[in-house]
T-cell receptor
């Protein structure tokens, strides 16, 4: 079962622009993770933010977490055509299982 | 970095046959591996949790006799789709958690296996 919703479902931007994706979840969490999936490939872990953290940076990625609203956002700055992919948030639920959100399909046009 | 190898990457089979997909952690040990299924343009749906040396735990709605999971060692889990039918056509992805880093929840994913049942 999916943990929550992500929006937008699809996002199309020009190279150089910033891309923001949002994720909401339902249960209490220890951490929230973001993954990237290129078309027809496996997933790659991008960043993990713990429940006691509010913001985290990794290169061009910035993740925020609002546990009171049960939501997170992923910002990709200065996007590149190579950032075109699907992005998923995921949380660990009972049984130490990782459950994914619906995902956002990002297309960066060059 | 941690690498998970999944094989085969693509398989086409006739309806009624069985297909086995392997998932190996190449440079780490994993007592737990997870099998996901993904339909086009959709998210990953957890099918089952594969536990080394014990029975797999299946998610609600997943037929355990249909999707046989074996986790015989700390580096290998297999998913067998038995008596495959066209509706079983999908992208199957395995993932594993490093035994030494189980607390974070971060998973390492295989490249996926695209099954097409004719």
């Amino acid at each position: 079962s999916q943990q929550g919703e992500e929006d937008p479902q699809a996002l199309s931007i020009q190279e150089g622009e910033n891309a923001t994706m949002n994720c909401s979840y339902k249960t209490s969490i220890n951490n929230l993770q973001w993954y990237r999936q290129n078309s027809g490939r496996g997933l790659v872990h991008l960043i993990l933010i713990r429940s006691n953290e509010r913001e985290k940076h990794s290169g061009r990625l910035r993740v925020t977490l609002d546990t009171s609203k049960k939501s997170s956002s992923l910002l990709i700055t200065a996007s590149r055509a190579a950032d075109t992919a699907s992005y998923f948030c995921a949380t660990v639920v009972y049984g130490n299982k990782l459950v994914f959100g619906a995902g956002t399909i990002l297309r960066v046009k060059s | 970095g941690a690498v998970v190898s999944q094989h085969p990457s693509r398989v086409i089979c006739k309806s009624g046959t069985s297909v086995k997909i392997e998932c190996r952690s190449l440079d780490f040990q994993a007592t737990t591996m997870f099998w996901y299924r993904q339909f086009p343009k959709q998210s990953l749906m957890l099918m089952a949790t594969s536990n080394e040396g014990s029975k797999a735990t299946y998610e609600q709605g997943v037929e355990k006799d249909k999707f046989l999971i074996n986790h015989a060692s700390l580096t290998l889990s297999t998913l067998t789709v038995t008596s495959a039918h066209p509706e079983d056509s999908s992208f199957y992805i395995c993932s594993a958690r490093d035994l030494k880093d189980a607390s974070t929840g971060e998973l390492f994913f295989g490249e996926g296996s695209r099954l097409t049942v004719l």
